[in-house]
Nanobody, 121 residues
């Protein structure tokens, strides 16, 4: 199983980005999540979508992001809006072996390489 994250970049505060995670392997229909890690901080939960499409979001970003999936394209998306400088981090997509969502980092055995999001004026 391989996860390939893309779509990061540099934006000004208030800007938007759409991150993509291509899933290569047999976990296409399982729960998929996004986490982020800022410099000097622990990796933290951002969003998750279950195999059935149920979504959960981190309180710190609720209302500013949307996670979605296209199983036919084997891709999971994370739309980031109204970005703030404190959203600057490496964003990682992660996959579970089951359809049930989890906000716990250790519940995800599969990880992509990360994509950098920088929010700065």
């Amino acid at each position: 199983v391989q996860l390939q994250a893309s779509g990061g970049g540099s934006v000004q505060p208030g800007g938007s980005l759409r991150l993509s995670c291509a899933v290569l392997g047999t976990i296409t229909g399982n729960a998929m999540g996004w986490f982020r890690q800022a410099p000097g901080k622990e990796r933290e939960f951002v969003a998750v979508i279950s195999g059935g499409g149920t979504t959960y979001y981190a309180d710190s970003m609720r209302g500013r992001l949307t996670i979605s999936r296209d199983n036919a394209k084997k891709t999971v998306y994370l739309q980031l809006n109204s970005l703030k400088p404190e959203d600057t981090a490496i964003y990682y997509c992660a996959g579970r072996t089951v359809i049930y969502a989890s906000i716990i980092r250790n519940d995800y055995p599969y990880w992509g390489q990360g994509t950098l999001v920088t929010v700065s004026s």
